[in-house]
């Protein structure tokens, strides 16, 4: 049975690697014919066709209504063997029968890392071509990924090495100065957009000084140079207007927060609710808009402020209170 790991904790798995027929395993599901079409599944029958089969299937033992192992992860590849004829295949046993844990967590390969691993395989000696094989790409799209790093700064790449980002980015990229690639990635970071056509609209509005190859004459799709340069001087201005934001943003937002918190403090007084109502109406309005829209952990929006009785955000609430005789001026709470 599962193995027993330090401090009485239980493995997730027997500790050994298991033999076991297909006929002896039971799949969840199905392949489907869209499935067997896909370019993931002919990737991975490429690959296990070159190197056989790396990662073992995972499989549950046998239960009393079911005499067969049930395959918890591992479809594609149990579909691709049993089309190619194969007896058996290796198995890892786990010690619950609970299939949604494997996929949870799964850390997708970045494009950074899957550089390195290209040339950490083909130093080792796999060959290019063997290589395209095993990936199911043309040999041309191994030797762009091995190159693609050429000529961009080791900051971008430490920037960059958890991200999903096009090679044709990285492309862009490397014709800017090291400098200038630093403040085009934070952009992008900023933004959350690593597309090729956003590298391409900051190379647009890169200066030819910043340029890779500043005596070379800059061309970016069907832009003319004065439209660059116009887009030069505009990104500048919104540089500049960007990072003014950036280092005010955080105490903008916190005396936001407090201020709408008082405020709405004082509006959950009903006497103060009650003279705002009857003197300055519009007042009412606009300090009940701001304590909305500092709302900062709902989505939508929030109830109407004001009414006895009912909550105005997380934590304040209207303390219903006897009418107020008129005349009687309010007292605001201290901050």
Same mark, same amino acid.
């Given at each position: 049975?599962?193995?027993?790991?330090?401090?009485?904790?239980?493995?997730?798995?027997?500790?050994?690697?298991?033999?076991?027929?297909?006929?002896?395993?039971?799949?969840?599901?199905?392949?489907?014919?869209?499935?067997?079409?896909?370019?993931?599944?002919?990737?991975?029958?490429?690959?296990?066709?070159?190197?056989?089969?790396?990662?073992?299937?995972?499989? &549950?033992?046998?239960?009393?209504?079911?005499?067969?192992?049930?395959?918890?992860?591992?479809?594609?590849?149990?579909?691709?063997?049993?089309?190619?004829?194969?007896?058996?295949?290796?198995? =890892?046993?786990?010690?619950?029968?609970?299939?949604?844990?494997?996929?949870?967590?799964?850390?997708?390969?970045?494009?950074?890392?899957?550089?390195?691993?290209?040339?950490?395989?083909?130093?080792?000696?796999?060959?290019?071509?063997? =290589?395209?094989?095993?990936?199911?790409?043309?040999?041309?799209?191994?030797?762009?990924?091995?190159?693609? /790093?050429?000529?961009?700064?080791?900051?971008?790449?430490?920037?960059?090495?958890?991200?999903?980002?096009?090679?044709?980015?990285?492309?862009?990229?490397?014709?800017?100065?090291?400098?200038?690639?630093?403040?085009?990635?934070?952009?992008?970071?900023?933004?959350?957009?690593?597309?090729?056509?956003?590298?391409?609209?900051? /190379?647009?509005?890169?200066?030819?000084?910043?340029?890779?190859?500043?005596?070379?004459?800059?061309?970016?799709?069907?832009?003319?140079?004065?439209?660059?340069?116009? /887009?030069?001087?505009?990104?500048?201005?919104?540089?500049?207007?960007?990072?003014?934001?950036?280092?005010?943003?955080?105490?903008?937002? =916190?005396?936001?927060?407090?201020?709408?918190?008082?405020?709405?403090?004082?509006?959950?007084?009903?006497?103060?609710?009650?003279?705002? +109502?009857?003197?300055?109406?519009?007042?009412?309005?606009?300090?009940?808009?701001?304590?909305?829209?500092?709302?900062?952990?709902? +989505?939508?929006?929030?109830?109407?402020?004001?009414?006895?009785?009912?909550?105005?955000?997380?934590?304040? &609430?209207?303390?219903?209170?006897?009418?107020?005789?008129?005349?009687?001026?309010?007292?605001?709470?201290?901050?």
């Amino acid at each position: 049975m599962a193995d027993t790991l330090h401090d009485g904790i239980r493995a997730a798995f027997e500790g050994r690697l298991v033999i076991l027929p297909l006929e002896m395993i039971a799949p969840q599901r199905e392949a489907t014919e869209a499935m067997r079409l896909s370019s993931k599944y002919r990737r991975i029958a490429q690959s296990i066709d070159e190197v056989g089969i790396i990662e073992p299937l995972v499989v &549950a033992r046998p239960t009393g209504l079911e005499p067969r192992y049930l395959l918890l992860d591992g479809h594609i590849r149990f579909d691709i063997l049993a089309a190619a004829g194969e007896a058996d295949v290796r198995c =890892l046993i786990s010690s619950d029968d609970e299939a949604f844990t494997y996929n949870k967590r799964i850390n997708r390969l970045a494009t950074i890392q899957e550089h390195y691993m290209i040339v950490r395989a083909l130093k080792r000696g796999v060959s290019e071509e063997k =290589l395209a094989r095993a990936l199911n790409v043309d040999v041309k799209a191994i030797k762009r990924r091995r190159l693609m /790093l050429e000529g961009v700064c080791p900051e971008v790449v430490d920037l960059l090495k958890d991200r999903n980002i096009s090679v044709q980015t990285l492309e862009v990229l490397r014709r800017m100065k090291p400098m200038r690639q630093i403040e085009a990635v934070e952009l992008m970071m900023a933004l959350g957009n690593f597309s090729c056509a956003y590298a391409k609209a900051l /190379l647009a509005a890169t200066r030819q000084s910043d340029l890779a190859q500043p005596d070379k004459a800059k061309k970016v799709g069907r832009m003319t140079p004065e439209q660059m340069a116009r /887009l030069e001087r505009e990104m500048e201005t919104l540089n500049q207007d960007f990072r003014a934001l950036e280092a005010s943003y955080g105490d903008d937002v =916190l005396q936001l927060v407090i201020s709408a918190g008082y405020v709405g403090r004082l509006l959950a007084n009903s006497a103060i609710h009650q003279f705002l +109502a009857r003197r300055q109406p519009e007042l009412l309005e606009e300090l009940t808009g701001i304590v909305n829209a500092a709302s900062l952990d709902q +989505a939508g929006p929030l109830p109407a402020i004001g009414r006895e009785g009912e909550t105005l955000r997380p934590g304040w &609430a209207v303390a219903r209170a006897p009418p107020e005789t008129a005349g009687a001026q309010p007292q605001a709470p201290t901050p």
